[in-house]
């Protein structure tokens, strides 16, 4: 199953707000919603004239989201476009963060969760473009605050901000623990698990050697 991936608004601001959720007074929960529907009504329209790409497309991952505002914002999008002739697919939203308990603007996690988690249109929760070293948090965060499914895919390697660049320690790079760290993250309810910044083909198939491994635990 292929997924379309679509991002978050503060990527197209140029404010350097994209991680942190801080957009400015002027980008509005109604504008995020606009900004959300208008992208998501052009993929149904793209659906609706490719009866080839309508069938690949199973999932739509909704990804990178810094605060709980634009996650909502992003449900009720998708609850707009419902009934639609071409509908979209189910929604995948993940959410981004930097510490173990609160996403990118400082909400709380399990407050970011509830605010997307009754929406039909979203069919699992999750996190991704985080520090390996906070998911655990993160997803127990998660399952506290809803039932549905959960998505775990970390950047491999630590980004550090006084360097202004990816931190390179040794132990991280090695496929064989990244594996390791998925391998826990599925014992804590993750039920789709991958890799997101640096994640490099070795990681990649470390982890599905070790999924592999675990279903015969």
Request: proline share 4%; charged share 20%; hydrophobic share 40%.
């Amino acid at each position: 199953m292929t997924s379309a991936s679509l991002g978050f608004i503060g990527a197209t601001l140029g404010n350097c707000g994209e991680y942190t959720g801080d957009y400015g007074c002027a980008v509005t929960p109604a504008r995020m919603r606009e900004f959300h529907k208008e992208r998501l009504g052009m993929l149904a329209d793209c659906l609706h004239g490719s009866a080839a790409l309508h069938d690949q497309i199973g999932i739509l991952a909704i990804e990178t989201i810094p605060s709980a505002a634009e996650a909502s914002a992003v449900a009720d999008a998708l609850e707009a476009l419902h009934g639609r002739s071409t509908r979209l697919p189910p929604a995948c939203i993940s959410l981004t963060s930097s510490t173990a308990d609160r996403i990118g603007c400082g909400d709380t996690i399990e407050d970011a969760v509830k605010a997307i988690s009754n929406c039909p249109r979203v069919c699992a929760i999750g996190i991704n473009c985080v520090p390996l070293g906070v998911v655990g948090g993160l997803l127990a965060g998660i399952r506290r605050a809803t039932q549905k499914p959960i998505v775990c895919y970390p950047n491999s390697q630590p980004w550090s901000d006084a360097n202004g660049g990816w931190h390179a320690d040794d132990n991280l790079l090695l496929a064989a623990h990244f594996a390791c760290e998925a391998a826990e993250w599925v014992r804590c309810a993750a039920s789709i698990v991958g890799g997101c910044c640096r994640t490099t083909a070795e990681n990649t198939r470390a982890l599905v050697e070790q999924m592999l491994e675990l279903r015969h635990e």
